[in-house]
């Protein structure tokens, strides 16, 4: 049988093009066509590359990490020092209830006062010199004190430090009254125009007001247990009648505090 030839067959130009319906299933684009298929946006979901992802991931994993560990060293921390502030507590409590512990007590009985002299016309240094007496009275029946090393005093003047020294060391027992006998010197201290108006004035009164400040690291004796070293601090406000080696007190009014911490 002769195979049947195909001939061309001219196309009118004037022809309508051929329609595309893409929901028909029938319907195919002819080869090398394109055409542009609108969806909406929201129906678009937006993914970042692979590699974007997995550096976001690493990323995300190491920040958590480092957060974690510093919120469980801030939690350690905070439990340590609520833990320390109780069992603190619990150890005054015991210590209040079972031995009944009662403040010191602590005044300055004398003062001999040298080296200040405010009869120069002019301005020059001075070198004074304080003996001071505090009577520290431990009225407790069952609670030793020792006064350890370190410790300081001064004498001040209208908030001017004139002289600096220690204590003694030494160990006063329960239900005892000591007397803390301490050298204080200064050396070229210079004082301003309106503090040495102010010595003079207070000295022809007949009245000068000095600030006798002790620090002093101590432990307490507990039956045969010693605390952890903590630091009395003394304030006194001492009024003597003269800047002389005689010089009387007239009045004193002393305060302490207690550092219940280690150092």
């Known amino acids: 049988m002769a195979n049947p030839k195909v001939h061309p067959t001219a196309v009118d130009s004037s022809s309508p093009p051929l329609s595309f319906d893409p929901s028909s299933k029938q319907s195919r684009s002819p080869p090398g066509e394109a055409y542009v298929v609108q969806i909406p946006r929201d129906q678009i979901l937006r993914r970042p590359p692979p590699e974007n992802v997995r550096r976001f991931e690493a990323l995300s994993h190491r920040g958590s990490g480092g957060g974690g560990c510093c919120r469980r060293c801030c939690c350690c921390f905070l439990c340590l020092i609520i833990s320390l502030i109780i069992a603190l507590g619990i150890a005054a409590a015991v210590l209040y209830l079972v031995f009944r512990f009662k403040s010191p007590n602590y005044s300055v009985t004398n003062v001999a006062i040298s080296g200040i002299n405010l009869n120069a016309t002019s301005i020059a240094p001075i070198s004074p010199v304080f003996d001071v007496t505090v009577r520290a009275d431990n009225p407790n029946s069952k609670v030793g004190i020792y006064y350890l090393h370190d410790s300081n005093a001064s004498v001040y003047f209208d908030d001017v430090l004139l002289s600096t020294g220690t204590l003694p060391v030494f160990y006063q027992p329960p239900d005892n009254v000591t007397l803390i006998a301490t050298n204080l010197t200064g050396s070229d201290v210079v004082l301003g125009s309106a503090v040495q108006t102010l010595l003079t004035n207070s000295q022809r009164q007949g009245i000068v007001t000095f600030d006798v400040r002790v620090r002093a690291p101590v432990k307490i004796r507990v039956?045969?247990?010693?605390?952890?070293?903590?630091?009395?601090?003394?304030?006194?406000?001492?009024?003597?009648?003269?800047?002389?080696?005689?010089?009387?007190?007239?009045?004193?009014?002393?305060?302490?505090?207690?550092?219940?911490?280690f150092w």
Not at 234 to 252: G, H, P, W
Request: charged share 20%; hydrophobic share 45%; with cysteine.
């Open 223 to 261: 039956g045969s247990v010693n605390t952890w070293r903590i630091v009395v601090k003394v304030d006194c406000e001492v009024a003597v009648d003269s800047l002389s080696s005689r010089a009387q007190v007239l009045a004193n009014n002393c305060g302490y505090r207690v550092k219940w911490w």
